[in-house]
């Protein structure tokens, strides 16, 4: 079955950095298209980054040139480098693959910005 399993997440402070992680399992992962998601609290979630199978990227306006998705097909892993983060930044972030019209979310992981 399909398993998303995000880390890296924690506290940092404004202006800082920091890398997720996304081990994915359960699927032919260099073969999907994998995105990264966040949601703060009382908010709705909200889509962050996208890469493809082929490797083009796609951002959300509001992180773009702060936050670079990438992925490592020999260890099934997608990434999130994450910098110059803000308080705003602050959210629940989660890595998602659509797979046969099914939408698959790991458990996410906190990102928290302050100071």
């Known amino acids: 079955q399909v398993q998303l399993v995000e880390s890296g997440g924690g506290l940092v402070q404004p202006g800082g950095s920091l890398r997720l992680s996304c081990a994915a399992s359960?699927?032919?992962?260099?073969?999907?298209?994998m995105s990264w998601y966040r949601q703060a609290p009382g908010k709705e979630r909200e889509f962050v980054a996208t890469?493809?199978?082929?490797?083009?990227?796609m951002y959300a306006g509001s992180i773009k040139g702060r936050f670079t998705i990438s992925r490592d097909n020999a260890k099934n892993t997608v990434y999130l480098q994450m910098n110059s983060l803000k308080p705003d930044d602050t959210a629940v972030y989660y890595c998602k693959v659509r797979r046969v019209a099914t939408n698959y979310w790991g458990q996410g992981t906190q990102v928290t910005v302050s100071s």
């Open positions: 359960g699927f032919t992962f260099s073969s999907y298209a």
């Open positions: 890469i493809t199978s082929t490797g083009s990227t």
